[in-house]
């Protein structure tokens, strides 16, 4: 492989990695949404819910 080659390839897989890390970097919200609509319905995530619920507490 060529020197140019190795270098695009190097600078394209590091264009991935920011651009991966500036869209999930955000570690206070669902990592990542399964497309159920509650957020639509109830106005909150059920991802999220269950993070958050307290010990001894019922998450319904």
Do not use: N
């Amino acid at each position: 492989m060529e020197w140019g080659t190795l270098a695009v390839l190097l600078l394209t897989f590091c264009g991935v990695g920011v651009l991966w890390y500036w869209i999930h970097h955000d570690r206070s919200g669902a990592v990542s949404c399964c497309g159920c609509g509650q957020c639509v319905r109830a106005g909150e995530c059920v991802m999220i819910k269950k993070k958050s619920s307290k010990k001894g507490e019922d998450p319904a």
